[in-house]
């Protein structure tokens, strides 16, 4: 009996040395986020799942990825130890598993980023070998996967005030002048309009909650400029900052806004440098990805830009300008935003930690 169970152990030792090579051809490994879009500290999910589609079992599978820098784990230290390896520049993810015939396996990883920025998945290697572990094979693929993290919101406590003016003149404003008479169309329901507002027969045709859409005899609309020219790293984020913490409070207050930049903004479908009138989470979130994959530079100057924003200037509009500090040669280019707001312009600098402190 003894004798028959090693012979059993050894053959099967056998077919899994001489099967290891051939079992890449059965051994499938995909990789996915639970999100794109993130918060700075927000938990993410990463989920690897292996098949096996072969008849033999694969006893001994790891699965090794670079991680990229600035990843913050967010597991037991225990979990750590085991599935995590530092690297020279770097922390790596190793799992190691085991795939019964014609079966899956999944295993996660949680994790967050302190930073804004766009983070990649990288090269990931995949070793099978057999049970008794004479012999294995790597081989490598390359990951699609990303996440991109949005900046935070500002605590520019000078912006925060400046914003918080202009954004309550603009309500009183709103408040005297809005005057809904026609129902224009419908638009999707965002989440912050109130119940008043959401047309139940359209609901009820698309499945989806609907709310109407008026014709105001002054309807309330912003223009956010983002300005990158000449400005520091440091004073770059803090403009991210404050263009974030801006479309949220317009937002809030469900006043569309159309947005311009002269920087290196990347989108869903590449440079982005204009993003039309609108409003909703679609429509933030689009800007939101489009800052966070964003370089700290500008393509153009500040007199281009503002010459975009005039050939596509609308009556009604009022304008936000972020920008890092002006120079004085600025100040006409300045002024002219200044004609084009129907209230007056709101300017919000972006400022170095240094210089906030």
Known sequence: MIMLVFVLIVLVGYI?????????????????????LAEPEEVVTQTTTVTNSWFLPMMYVRIFE????????????????????????????????????HKKVSVQMHFSFASRGEYKQSEYKIEVGDLLGIRSYVKSEQAQGKIVVMPQNTEDPL????????????SVKRFLYE?????????????????????WTKTAQ?????????????????????????????????????????????????????FFTNGALRGYLGELSWLEEGLGNYHFQTLMYALGCAETKSI????????????R?????????????????????LESFREMSEHELCVLVGRGKEENG
């Not at 051809?25 to 794109?36: A, E, P, Q, R, V």
């Open 300 to 311: 153009g100057t500040f007199a281009d830009l503002e010459g975009r924003c005039e050939k």
């Open 206 to 258: 698309t499945g989806r909650l609907y709310v109407k859409q008026y014709d105001h005899t002054m309807e309330t609309k912003a223009v956010v400029v983002l300005n990158m020219d000449n400005g520091t790293e440091q004073e770059l984020e803090a403009c991210f900052e404050i263009v974030r913490t801006v479309c949220e409070k317009l937002e809030k207050m469900h006043v569309a806004y159309e």
């Open 179 to 199: 005057d809904p008479v026609l129902t224009m169309g419908f638009r999707e329901y965002s989440g912050r309009e109130p119940m008043k507002s959401i047309s």
């Open 16 to 36: 899994e040395m001489i099967g290891a090579k051939r079992s890449f051809k059965y051994l499938h490994c995909k990789s996915s986020y639970n999100c794109i």
């Open 313 to 333: 200037q609308k009556s009604g509009a009022s304008y936000i300008l972020v920008t890092p500090p002006l120079k004085d040669r600025d100040k006409r280019v």
């Open 66 to 101: 670079n991680l990229p820098a600035g990843i913050k784990i967010e597991e037991s230290p225990k979990w750590i130890k085991q599935n995590t390896n530092e690297m020279m520049f770097n922390l790596a993810s190793s799992f190691r598993l085991h795939v019964l015939p």
């Open 159 to 170: 912006a925060i005030k400046t914003l918080g003016g202009f954004l309550g003149d603009l």
